[in-house]
Structure formats: structure tokens, C-alpha cells
């Protein structure tokens, strides 16, 4: 069972541009959006989240776009740089019980200089 | 400020024998999480503990599969018979929660499993 779709799989970017992807939801009882940077042979490490009280959250370069009513949030990354070349993910939680994080595929992100 | 650890961090093995990997999670995190990796893929969660006590196991996690933490410390995870399928990298991740919200979790660099 799906719960979280991610869109685009890869995605090429030249510096200095914006990268953006997306994430849908199903589960209208997640709470909590995570987004999520690994490189590789390493663990995800936590970029930025949202609570869907708000519709955005900037972070330096780093912002999340959240629309509750489609179920849909999406990253933005301003001013692309060749160190941000990782894979994401998104990930989304529910406050109640567990918090275990339901993860996107992911989408591998390279930044041409 | 001491991250999560996990320890070893490639293990190769051959079909049929047991495996045992550790965590140990940031010092003051009450929660500690396990969850599995495959190439291309998401993590996706196996289990977790509140303190030492495991509170909920995915249906991903067979007969195979058991995990502890004792004193509600580091965590193990262990496979027994260990299969081709059991190949995947196998994340460890803690967080501290204190009341109703929710709380990042930070992940360890895995342990990369190779079944031969």
C-alpha cells in the first residue's frame, strides 16, 4: 500500500536553479511532514518538516510547500548547489501512537555546475 | 554531540547463518526505531521501543527477526536463517518525546547486509 507517492524519480537541476518535488498523501491522519537528505553509504538526515497548520516553512534555501486540501507538499530548493546532489525523501507521520515515519521512494536530485 | 551508531557497518554472510547487528542511539532518546532499506527505495519501519519495552512490529518483520533493548539502551536486531531477501540496509534511528507532539528522528549510517 502506497501512502506516500514522490515525484519526479530523478530529477537534474544546473546551479544556481531551483529544484523542486513533490509528495502526495493518502492517510488524512498523518500530521507530520519530514523531509529527508541521504547521500550515499550514509543515513537520511533530517533537512525540514511542516505540521499542516501552516502552508509553508522556510529554512535558508530549504522550503516546504503544504496544501492539506489536495494532500500534497512539495521541497524547494532555491539557489541549487553541486553539494546538494543526494537522494530525498519525504516522509510523513502521525503524532499519535507510534511516529513512525511512512517514507516516499525518494528522488535523486544532481546539480550540474 | 554524539550521533546515532551502528555497528557493524557492512556485514557478509552466507544464506542460512544468523546475524546480529547493534544501535546505539543518542544518549538522552527515549525512542529507538528500526527500519529496512532496499536499493532505490524508501526506508520502511520494522519496529520500535519506548524505552526498553517494543511496542509495535511491522508485518515485514517475520519469526526470523527479534530485537531487544535491554535496559533501554542499545538496541539489537537480530536474523536467524538469514535469506536472499534479508539483503537491504538496515537503519537505526532514536528521538526524544516528551508530550504530544511529534519529534525528529535521527538516523544512524546503517548496517549494508549482503546475503551470498
Known amino acids: 500500500q502506497q501512502q506516500v507517492k514522490q515525484s519526479p524519480q530523478s530529477l537534474i537541476v544546473q546551479k544556481g536553479g531551483i529544484s523542486i518535488i513533490n509528495c502526495a498523501y493518502e492517510?488524512?491522519?498523518?500530521?507530520?511532514f519530514p523531509w529527508y537528505q541521504q547521500f550515499p553509504g550514509k543515513g537520511p538526515a533530517l533537512l525540514i518538516a511542516?505540521?499542516?497548520?501552516?502552508s509553508e516553512k522556510k529554512e535558508g534555501r530549504f522550503t516546504i510547500s503544504f496544501n492539506k486540501s489536495a494532500k500534497q507538499f512539495s521541497l524547494h530548493i532555491m539557489d541549487s548547489q553541486p553539494g546538494d546532489s543526494a537522494t530525498y525523501f519525504c516522509?510523513?507521520?502521525?503524532?499519535?501512537?507510534?511516529?513512525?515515519?511512512?517514507f516516499g521512494q525518494g528522488t535523486r536530485l544532481t546539480i550540474n555546475p | 554531540d554524539t550521533g546515532v551508531s551502528q555497528d557493524p557497518r557492512h556485514k557478509i554472510t552466507k544464506r542460512g547463518q544468523n546475524v546480529t547487528f547493534r544501535c546505539d542511539p543518542i544518549?538522552?532518546?527515549?525512542?529507538l526505531y528500526w527500519y529496512r532499506q532496499t536499493l532505490g527505495q524508501g526506508p520502511e519501519f520494522l519496529t520500535y521501543?519506548?524505552?526498553?519495552?517494543?511496542?509495535?512490529k511491522s508485518r515485514l518483520l517475520s519469526d526470523r527477526f527479534s530485537a531487544e533493548r535491554p535496559k533501554g539502551s542499545f538496541s539489537t536486531l537480530e536474523i536467524q536463517r538469514t535469506e536472499q531477501g534479508d539483503s537491504a540496509m538496515y537503519l537505526c534511528?532514536?528521538?526524544?518525546?516528551?508530550?504530544?507532539?511529534?519529534?525528529?528522528?535521527?538516523f544512524g549510517d546503517g548496517t549494508r547486509l549482503s546475503i551470498l
Open positions: 534511528a532514536s528521538s526524544l518525546v516528551t508530550g504530544v507532539w511529534n519529534q525528529p528522528q535521527h
Open positions: 492517510n488524512t491522519a498523518f500530521d507530520y
Open positions: 511542516i505540521r499542516p497548520d501552516v
Open positions: 516522509a510523513a507521520s502521525m503524532t499519535e501512537g507510534a511516529q513512525k515515519l511512512v
Open positions: 544518549s538522552e532518546h527515549n525512542r
Open positions: 521501543f519506548q524505552n526498553e519495552a517494543q511496542l509495535e
